[in-house]
């Protein structure tokens, strides 16, 4: 069997579980997740009264908008990323489509998986080689691994251990112990990755030397498909000019911050009784990001479930006890939830595109 017989059947594969993953069921599971943690935490302590002195007026919805605004800037501003990345390959609506995609099968999937599997076979079916459908991808994911690199030290060294979490500066706690765990293999990922770009040969030596360990045995195909990967990364990227690394971090810590401000906004929008100044946006932010570190490592759909049972957590001296778990709700339905209906509707006909790709090709092909 040839390769490229093999890579066919790996396509056609991976466009049957794409198409799949749109079935009402493989939605639901996401959605019932988080609203059955949701319901229990309600269950558990929520608070009649402090959910009567919330006020919902204009002013709430405006917030709401807001937080929504930030997530449409988030999706255009990965859209212009991947359109920059791919060399312009894509246009701008086409590179819509396809973070929309991504960003689906990001919350059909256990966050410690991602999207990035699936980003990948995107990409290759949009008329461009394999080698550089993986440089795009993992090219993004450094970037995005750079910006909680820098972003984390320098909230904690300017606000302090309090942009962790509510107490974190009382003495050393296990959450706080954990995040920073995170925090170091972060660095340690980040590291590897960006010496795969600049020295591919001496990670590539390093995979080979860990495939080879008996213990690692059964990695070892893995192992050598990643060391390839990142050989053929390293290729793409050490030919483009600085102001093309510039604009991939521009256009990454725009999207990043706005995803991180969006459930910030949610909070004041509900709460609005709070006194919130620079400092006290600036500790949501952070925590929010802290948040977001951990449920990286959810085995959960896009988190579905895990984030919505710490959100009272991380924000116990600024929301109410006893309706943090509705904030948590309302935060879901405006950033996460739409990207799994909207998918429903926006992976069908791209895959009915690249069929139709497909067949006509064969066509001239065989004429």
């Known amino acids: 069997m040839t ?3 093999i890579e066919h059947i790996e396509d056609e594969q991976q466009e049957q579980a794409l198409a799949e993953s749109v079935k009402l069921r493989k939605i639901i599971v996401p959605i019932l997740l988080g609203v059955s943690v949701v319901l229990f935490l309600v269950w558990r302590t929520f608070d009649v009264e402090a959910f009567k002195n919330l006020t919902w007026n204009g002013k709430t919805f405006f917030y709401f908008g807001l937080a929504l605004g930030c997530y449409i800037i988030r999706h255009i501003f990965y859209s212009l990323r991947i359109k920059e990345v791919s060399g312009h390959d894509f246009g701008f609506w086409k590179s819509v489509e396809l ?3 991504w960003e689906f099968a990001s919350t059909v999937s256990p966050t410690s998986f991602g999207g990035s599997a699936v980003a990948i076979f995107l990409l290759a079916q949009e008329k461009i080689t394999a080698a550089k459908s993986v440089a795009m991808v993992l090219y993004t994911v450094l970037v995005d691994t750079l910006y909680y690199v820098i972003t984390i030290p320098l909230l904690f060294f300017i606000f302090g251990p309090i942009v962790l979490r509510p107490l974190a500066d009382s003495g050393i706690q296990g959450y706080v112990i954990s995040m920073w765990v995170i925090y170091g293999f972060t660095i340690l990922y980040g590291s590897f990755m960006a010496l795969g770009i600049y020295k591919p040969e001496y990670v590539g030596k390093f995979i080979t030397w860990l495939g080879n360990r008996s213990w690692m045995s059964r990695f070892k195909t893995g192992l050598a498909k990643t060391a390839e990967d990142i050989e053929v990364t390293s290729k793409v990227l050490r030919t483009k000019r600085l102001g093309f690394h510039l604009r991939i971090i521009l256009y990454t810590f725009i999207a ?3 995803r991180f401000l969006a459930v910030v906004l949610v909070i004041i929008g509900v709460v609005q009784n709070l006194n919130i100044s620079f400092n006290d946006i600036s500790i949501l932010f952070g925590r929010t990001e802290m948040m977001q570190v951990i449920t990286q490592f959810s085995p959960t759909p896009g988190g579905a479930g895990v984030a919505e049972g710490m959100f009272g957590g991380f924000y116990a001296d600024y929301i109410p006890k006893g309706v943090s778990t509705v904030i948590a709700l ?3 339905f405006i950033t996460y939830y739409p990207y799994l ?3 429903m509707l926006v992976i069908p006909n791209w895959l ?5 790709r497909r067949a006509s090709d064969k066509d001239n092909a065989n004429s």
Do not use: E, L, Q, S
């Open 3 to 5: 390769n490229n017989t």
């Open 99 to 101: 973070i929309t995609i």
């Open 256 to 258: 990043w911050t706005m």
């Open 330 to 332: 309302i935060w879901r």
């Open 341 to 343: 209906f909207i998918g």
């Open 352 to 356: 009915r595109g690249v069929m139709k």
